[in-house]
């Protein structure tokens, strides 16, 4: 009788393959000394040079501090812009960087659900198709290292379809919560931290999507801007020299440290959380799109980071504005908001000052060209 209840009986031999392995692999794991003096502006600089030195990849000091700011705000950072600009490569040399290397998930155009993601059971024979991303979040499990899982060509299938549900579980404030179904019954051969076929999506982990804007892909909607942040590569790095540079040993809770550390150091100031106000008043008024609470809470988390990494509050201010919320205007008619944002650009000069907010009012610009 091989039913059990309506439920298949264990065999005694694990239907996990790769996890299991890895309860053997790491059961007598001893963690590397850490560099926990590292601060943030060391670790961007840092970073620079070791992609220079190490990889002879070339990134602006403004892009890195974007890009290490944006651990700060979100668990999906989406790297966008054409094609040839580096994208993949700045995540790949991340995970060279903090001395684990990057899992590569290549996204494919048939993806439509979790399972691509985390692998699905078998019935035929009575094994658990484990993915590489479902091996990389079991072993981060077992260490503090931190990991970046590269979702390459992300939207050349609809990220909403096979991301939701993780989308939905990153944005839990409480990391109890970061649990996922993996399968529907427990067998005592299953993995060690697979308890009662649920896994805790990993506190160590973060996820670098590159998307290419072009006819072969999928537009990325609202739902999933709004809970990533999107940084923009459009130019190739300038080369310059730097001295050979070695990686560093960080734990996730040093990293996450010198952020939160950011956040209460460099609060964003009272006067310009009054002028985003006035400016999000203006931007429902003239174009009946509104910034949201979730982007005003991300701004508060970003902005902070990207000052302790050596950035300014103003840069940071109008990069959010720029990309999360000036990008919204796209899905409007842009013929008939044209004559609106010369006034939006006056506005923004009356309010910060005209020689600043420049990314903002490029943006807004290059809209109205569009037309």
């Not at 013929?335 to 990314?359: P, T």
Request: hydrophobic share 40%; proline share 4%.
């Amino acid at each position: 009788e091989s039913l059990n209840n309506g439920e298949e009986e264990d065999t005694g031999e694990s239907r996990f393959y790769k996890l299991t392995e890895i309860d053997q692999l790491w059961a007598d794991y001893v963690p590397p000394v850490y560099d926990n003096d590292i601060t943030l502006p060391e670790f961007c600089e840092r970073f620079r040079l070791f992609a220079c030195s190490q990889l002879g990849l070339y990134y602006d000091i403004k892009l890195i501090r974007l890009f290490i700011a944006s651990f700060a705000s979100t668990r999906l950072i989406i790297l966008q812009g054409i094609s040839g600009t580096g994208k993949t490569s700045l995540a790949y040399a991340f995970g060279k960087f903090v001395n684990n290397p990057s899992i590569v998930a290549s996204v494919q155009p048939s993806w439509r659900d979790r399972t691509e993601l985390f692998g699905y059971f078998n019935e035929f024979t009575k094994k658990f198709n484990e993915t590489e991303l479902l091996r990389a979040m079991y072993e981060a499990s077992y260490n503090d290292n931190i990991y970046a899982v590269i979702l390459d060509e992300m939207n050349i299938a609809r990220v909403e379809y096979y991301f939701a549900e993780m989308l939905s579980i990153l944005e839990m404030p409480s990391r109890d919560e970061w649990v996922v179904d993996i399968i529907p019954n427990s067998w005592p051969s299953d993995p060690k931290h697979i308890v009662n076929g649920q896994l805790r999506i990993p506190p160590n982990m973060w996820y670098i999507g590159t998307a290419n804007n072009d006819d072969s892909t999928f537009a990325i909607t609202d739902k999933v801007y709004d809970r990533a942040m999107p940084i923009n590569i459009d130019t190739k790095g300038v080369p310059f020299d730097a001295p050979l540079t070695d990686p560093v040993y960080i734990s996730y809770k040093h990293f996450e440290y010198i952020l939160n550390a950011a956040k209460v150091q460099f609060v964003v100031s009272e006067e310009n959380i009054k002028k985003i106000t006035l400016l999000d008043d203006y931007v429902i008024e003239h174009f009946r799109i509104a910034f949201g609470n979730r982007i005003v809470k991300q701004l508060r988390d970003f902005v902070p980071a990207y000052v302790g990494t050596g950035g300014t509050e103003l840069d940071g201010l109008d990069y959010v504005l720029a990309r999360k919320v000036f990008r919204k205007f796209e899905s409007l008619n842009i013929s008939y908001i044209r004559d609106e944002i010369d006034g939006l650009c006056a506005y923004i000069d009356e309010l910060f000052g005209e020689e600043n907010m420049n990314e903002s009012k490029d943006y807004l610009r290059m809209l109205k060209k569009l037309v």
